[in-house]
């Protein structure tokens, strides 16, 4: 079996002091929870921070400590004070946090605590590469270590990464005003599978990297420096069968032996059996709405007098970050709203609201869980939430309801819920009173269902998805590797070309050449492409042949006066050296009339698209278009033109950022294949970026070297990343004395 390096800011176990004494607790928080199952069912290292500072640790505990981690297969990267300030509570919690949550009233932007997150990154990355094995996988989690993918992938770039953000990534509009964006970005793909727990955060992701570093996607995968990259959304499941069977124990335990808090409850319910306990329970933190959740009950016990004495919120907050000033502000209105609302409305036998600032061992959180009748959670941004997900699993009787916020990632998948608007009170209180009143009939369907999905797609499967989707994207790689011009290879071609008495070299232009402009215009040929295409064309038994989709007139201008041949708007045209231009294929263009006005009602509403008319074709460029707006425009113009087409013997030929119609059957294959027909050349060499370029590749003898630029598929003999690789080898062909 692999081993999996997990990788997070915490680990899941919390180390602190008493008398000297170590104390190891499990640590509170959904990644730890979640991961935990992971680190029972595989094997795994976690690399992370034990939890205290290590500046202020007594050293001669240090090796004790060591060894209690080692035992769980815990490796530690300590951090001491002014870490914690800068790179934890700092950028992560006053920067990352606040901004994914869309609290961009609470981000701080501040370059200390920048220095310190990348500081403290690259000292996980060394962490990590002292421990990995070379068949490990690494699996980076959550927003703390967003560099950490790179800074491993530069170092060892054969190794397995996974990324998972365990909350929300906002949209562009707020992402982009981050100072530091970009490094984020690129620091996350360093991964080689990104995940996230819903489709939105992964859109949100993929619309950033597209207007950031302008990457082009396909769906959701990138093809980058030899690499492939995907991005994907895995929910995140629960450790089902631990919930529903401690909930199965806590029913046969025994009154004497039952917890604390669940004797607590008992004791009040005997009281007043009729009340109905409704359960809130997170880390006391501004994204979970805990103040509007009160407030929202407020207005429910004011609606709706009837319930006076009926229900109790218990609210069980756990103490979170509460260096942060936010937390601590937080943490007094919480107190002075459940004050205000037992002040106003308790009476000597109710308290409205069961408060507690604490964090409980797991059986007394099950016997929260299986106590209450109804859960409400209502956070106003979480990227999953796992309680209500652990509510349900501990319906052994299938009685209870869910009151969901729809900002929770979760209620994308628990739709049998009760889906409220965290800041509607009007909703939230209404919801409380249909669940109240919710006949048990109903309770049981929709728990059922949900119990059906939860058990299903829990953390192991989860876990399973993400890492066989890793497997996946590396299996896709290592077979584009296979078809890679290695060094090996090279040199069999180089020596085919030497040895060769008459060779041709069909070289596309825009993508092989040179590199992408934003304007067409600009991509012209550089004094050291000239220099080396020269020499290519003077050598004896040469003859270079540049193909292009581009026009006549451009053409002439860069390269009417050389000693190569010329094939231009996809086979139409062709120039030898020394003569004027041909018609290779006689089409006529009238369709021209009625498609053009269709491409300029696109122009009209896409700015910064153009159209390019060719003799024989209609081109509509949108590489300078905003990029999502002119992916949704080419599909669209793709489609009312593939109705128009029809019977009409055109076709439709979608370039790089560009979509261009001509007469069909006309295509840099054909053009080929007529210009080798009748000629016995011993070496044939095509090269070419775009789908276009595929005609070219189908259409050369099988004993051509076929060199496809981008590590896409393709029907080419090799693989090679960009134009710069293509120029290389070119330049090493011009330097081959031919006798
Ligand atoms: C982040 C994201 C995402 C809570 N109190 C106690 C306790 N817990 C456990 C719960 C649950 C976990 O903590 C809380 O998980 P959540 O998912 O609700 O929230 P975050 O901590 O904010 O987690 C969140 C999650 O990561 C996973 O990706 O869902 O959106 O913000 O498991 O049971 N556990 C114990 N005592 C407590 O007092 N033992």
Not at 210 to 223: A, E, K, P, V
Not at 402 to 413: P, Q, T, V
Not at 556 to 585: A, C, M, N, Q, R
Not at 687 to 716: C, H
Request: charged share 25%.
């Amino acid at each position: 079996m692999q081993r999996i390096i997990l990788v997070s800011n915490r680990l899941p176990i919390n180390v602190s002091f008493k008398n000297r004494r170590i104390i190891i607790e499990p640590s509170v928080g959904g990644l730890a929870t979640g991961m935990s199952s992971v680190h029972k069912f595989y094997e795994t290292k976690w690399i992370g921070w034990p939890g205290i500072d290590f500046e202020n640790t007594d050293f001669s505990l240090i090796d004790d400590i060591n060894r209690e981690l080692t035992q769980r297969n815990c490796v530690p990267v300590y951090l001491n004070q002014k870490d914690l300030d800068n790179y934890y509570f700092g950028f992560s919690n006053k920067t990352i946090w606040p901004l994914y949550h869309y609290f961009t009233q609470y981000v701080v932007y501040e370059e200390s605590y920048w220095e310190s997150y990348k500081e403290v990154n690259m000292r996980f990355a060394e962490k990590v590469l002292d421990y990995v094995k070379d068949d490990d996988i690494i699996w980076v989690h959550d927003y703390h270590l967003q560099l950490l993918p790179k800074m491993i992938k530069d170092a060892r770039p054969d190794l397995q990464i996974g990324f998972f953000l365990h909350i929300p990534f906002p949209s562009f509009e707020l992402f982009r005003g981050l100072p530091w964006r970009k490094e984020i970005i690129e620091g996350i793909l360093g991964a080689d599978l990104t995940g996230f727990h819903a489709y939105d955060y992964e859109r949100h992701f993929i619309s950033s990297v597209r207007r950031l570093l302008g990457y082009d996607i396909n769906l959701n995968q990138i093809n980058l420096d030899n690499r492939i990259i995907k991005i994907d959304s895995f929910p995140m499941g629960i450790d089902y069968n631990k919930y529903h069977k401690a909930a199965i124990r806590h029913q046969k335990v025994p009154k004497t032996e039952k917890t604390r808090i669940g004797r607590e409850i008992e004791n009040r319910l005997a009281l007043s059996p009729d009340t109905k306990l409704i359960l809130s329970i997170d880390r006391l933190d501004y994204t979970k709405g805990i103040a509007n959740r009160l407030k929202a009950f407020e207005f429910f016990l004011g609606r709706y007098p009837e319930f006076h004495e009926k229900v109790s919120l218990v609210m069980l907050c756990v103490p979170s970050r509460s260096n942060v000033e936010q937390y601590q502000l937080m943490k007094s209105e919480v107190d002075e709203l459940v004050g205000r609302i037992n002040g106003k409305y308790a009476s000597i036998n109710w308290s409205p609201v069961w408060y507690f600032y604490r964090s409980l061992p797991f059986n007394s959180l099950i016997d929260l869980y299986v106590y209450s009748d109804i859960a409400l959670i209502t956070p106003i941004r979480d990227g999953m939430n796992l309680v209500a997900k652990e509510y349900i699993a501990t319906k052994t009787d299938c009685k209870g309801v869910l009151i969901l916020s729809e900002m929770a990632g979760a209620a994308k998948e628990m739709g049998e819920a009760i889906i409220i608007n965290p800041n509607n009170y009007g909703e939230i209180a209404d919801a409380l009173k249909t669940a109240i009143l919710m006949p048990l009939s109903v309770q049981k369907e929709k728990i059922t269902a949900m119990q059906i999905r939860l058990k299903r797609y829990n953390i192991e499967k989860w876990t399973k998805d993400f890492l066989g989707s890793l497997t996946n994207t590396m299996i896709q790689r290592s077979k584009l590797a296979t078809k890679e011009l290695t060094t090996e290879e090279e040199l069999k071609l180089l020596d085919a070309y030497r040895h060769a008495k008459k060779r041709i070299l069909f070289l596309d232009y825009d993508g092989t050449l040179v590199g992408f402009k934003k304007q067409p215009e600009l991509a012209s040929p550089d004094e050291s492409l000239y220099k080396i295409l020269d020499t290519l064309s003077l050598k004896k038994g040469n003859e270079i042949v540049l193909i292009s989709g581009r026009d006549r007139r451009t053409f002439t201008d860069w390269f009417g006066e050389k000693k190569y041949s010329l094939i231009v708007e996809h086979g139409v045209w062709i120039k030898s050296p020394d003569s004027g231009w041909k018609l290779i294929e006689k089409t006529n263009k009238e369709w021209k009339e009625f498609i053009k006005p269709v491409i300029e009602f696109y122009v009209d509403r896409t700015p910064g698209s153009f159209i390019e008319e060719k003799n024989y074709s209609l081109v509509w460029h949108f590489r300078k278009c905003d990029p999502d707006l002119g992916n949704i425009r080419a599909i669209e113009l793709k489609d009312e033109l593939t109705s128009l087409i029809a019977n009409n013997n055109l076709e439709i030929l979608e370039g790089n950022k560009v979509i261009e119609v001509k007469n069909s059957g006309i295509n840099k294959g054909r053009a080929a294949s007529q210009r080798i027909a009748g000629n016995s050349y011993d070496f044939i060499m095509g090269i070419g970026d775009d789908w276009t370029d595929e005609y070219l590749f189908e259409e050369l003898p099988q004993s051509a070297y076929t060199i496809k630029v981008g590590m896409v598929n393709t029907r080419a003999r090799y693989n090679v990343d960009t134009f710069n690789d293509v120029r290389k080898l070119l330049k090493k062909l011009s330097d081959i004395n031919i006798k």
